[in-house]
Each structure stands twice: as C-alpha cells, then as structure tokens.
C-alpha cells in the first residue's frame, strides 16, 4: 500500500469552490455560516489524526454529527456540487489525483475510481467535505470498507494520511501448485517491534477489504505474463541463476514500494523451489 500525501486544500476551498452552486439553494447561507466551525472541526480531526487518538474524536462526536440538522445539506454538497459540478470537481479531481501512481492506497494494486470518507459521511457529515478525511480509493476498496465505526482499536481503520506502516516487509506470499496450476497465498506478519494493538489492525484490514482473495486472483496474469520467460531462463541457465534473476527483480520491488503484490510474489517465486526446478510449466 502506498500513502498518498496529506491534502494541501482545506475544508474552506472546499466550501469557497462550491458557493456559486450554494448561492443557488435558499439555505446556502445558512451553511456558508457554519464554516468556523468546520474550520475548527478540520483543526481537531488533523491535530487528533497526527496524534494516533482519531478514533478517540470520531466516537466523542458520532453521535451528535450523526443528528445534525444540516446533515442532507452537507450530503448535497459533496454529492452536487463537489462530485458533479466545476469548480468543486477540480477539487475532487485532486484529491483522485494525489494517489501514488494512480493506485488505491487501501489495497496498492487496483487503480483509483472514487473517494472514500474515511469517517463515513452518514455518520459524520461535518466531515464530509473535509480533505483529510477524503482519500481516493478503489471501487471494490470502497465499496467493501464497512460504514460502521470501529469501536475497539484493534479494529480501527487505517488512514493513508497519519498511519505510518513504515518501510519494513509485512506483506508476504508463499507460491505453490493448486487445481493443476501455480497460485499464491498471500498473508501479513506485522515487524515483531509493532505494538499489538498496530499488528491486529493490520491483520484487521487485510481480511476486511478480502485482499488475501484479491491478491489471488490478480496473481494468475502476472504468472502468465512471466511464464515463458521463467521456462526460458530455466531452461538456458539452470535453477540457480532463475532464483538469482527473480531475487534481483524482487529486491528492485523491494526498494521501490516494500508491501506490494509484487514484491510479495517475487520473494514468493525466488522462494519456490517447485517453481524454480519446473513448476512454472505446469497448467
């Protein structure tokens, strides 16, 4: 997974690019007038984010966000006036944007299709025009991230924007035959210096958006796509050097982005002995 990085427009771009849209309905003043506020809201969400206390905040206000009288309004907003209309879209566009090679920070594998409100908007809809709480994400990541608000820590969502995962590996993949053919089987081990508490939010987001599955599933064309080379190399140069060619492309991987699906395939593969004697011209 790749962070993207912290959005450099605030809750007030936000509200200022869709005023011409709000002039139009006869209470865009009345939420025009509630921008302190949702300054002062931004504030809190950044100052509690970088702190690693944002689950404390989001559970102190769910409740009276969540009754909040304008609520339909700030929905209108986002729905209308930032999704679908200039200049509230540039915004959304660059937010979309942002994301490292066009890819879901959520999974770091498909491309970016929508945003995502990392407080749900249902819940928090003072939020939901605010920047830091908006990230860009997949169709299947965002769709399949639960509405619900964690209420132990243990299973508090990450956030691209303050959670910090570091730069050692803790996604892995072990490579092996399966129904006549070569599959993966993807797991995390968080880095034994993680709190617990860290570890178990790992292994939580990692069976929550089902990328164990997903991760599968995009394995079988990155196979296909190297089985032929693999066979040739084999078959010129022996075992040995096929692992030594893997390794290297795995270490490259490596250095570029530690957790990804790729990375974690190729020490999978340069791991394999199945696959590195033969396997790969099974199936």
Not at 3 to 11: D, E, L, Q, Y
Not at 63 to 77: C, E, I, L
Not at 106 to 112: A, M, T
Request: aromatic letters at 8%.
């Amino acid at each position: 997974m790749l962070w993207p990085p912290k959005p450099g427009i605030t809750v007030r771009d936000v509200l200022n690019a869709c005023t011409t849209w709000l002039d139009t309905q006869d209470w865009g003043a009345e939420l025009r007038a509630r921008l302190p506020e949702l300054i002062e809201l931004e504030k809190r969400y950044r100052t509690a984010g970088e702190a690693g206390r944002l689950l404390a905040l989001l559970l102190a206000e769910a409740n009276s966000q969540k009754t909040d009288s304008d609520k339909g309004r700030f929905h209108a907003v986002y729905e209308t006036a930032m999704v679908d209309r200039a200049p509230g879209r540039k915004l959304y566009d660059a937010l979309m944007a942002s994301a490292v090679h066009n890819l879901c920070p959520l999974c770091g594998y498909q491309p970016v299709a929508q945003i995502d409100h990392h407080a749900p908007k249902a819940s928090f809809p003072l939020w939901a025009l605010t920047p830091l709480n908006l990230v860009p994400a997949c169709g299947p990541c965002n769709q399949g991230k639960s509405n619900k608000l964690a209420v132990e820590a243990a299973k508090e969502a990450f956030h691209p924007y303050f959670d910090d995962l570091g730069e050692e590996r803790w996604l892995f993949a072990y490579v092996h035959r399966a129904n006549g053919g070569i599959t993966a089987t993807y797991f995390v081990q968080a880095p034994e210096h993680w709190p617990e508490t860290k570890s178990k939010r790992l292994q939580h987001h990692f069976v929550s958006h089902k990328l164990a599955e997903r991760y599968a599933k995009a394995t079988s064309s990155r196979l296909s796509n190297r089985r032929r080379r693999d066979i040739r190399l084999l078959t010129s140069s022996g075992a040995e050097e096929l692992r030594n060619s893997i390794a290297e492309e795995a270490a490259s991987a490596e250095e570029a982005h530690p957790n990804s699906l790729e990375t974690a395939l190729l020490h999978g593969l340069a791991a394999c002995d199945w696959y590195l004697n033969g396997g790969m011209a099974v199936g």
